[in-house]
């Protein structure tokens, strides 16, 4: 099979890899915490929430875009 890509695959594998453990583990949160107190509308509260930890992870693996040789060796 041909090799196409190569190191930005595993890149692109890499950040998505990211955002799917993020988003896992933040939903996860959520749904403990709202079986927990039933009384407060965690979802909405979660949306602020969603969109800092978002740019958060995202200016973190910017880095990968910038220098993806250090993150593959």
Known sequence: MMKR???YDRVV???SAI???VGLVFYLGLGLLARL???VQVFF???PLQLIL???VMTLT????VY???FLS
């Open 45 to 47: 509260i979660a949306i």
């Open 19 to 21: 955002y799917i453990v």
């Open 54 to 56: 978002s740019f958060f």
């Open 5 to 7: 890509g190569g190191a």
């Open 37 to 39: 107190m039933p009384q």
């Open 68 to 70: 993806p040789d250090a």
């Open 13 to 15: 594998h890499l950040l």
């Open 62 to 65: 910017i880095q990968i875009f």
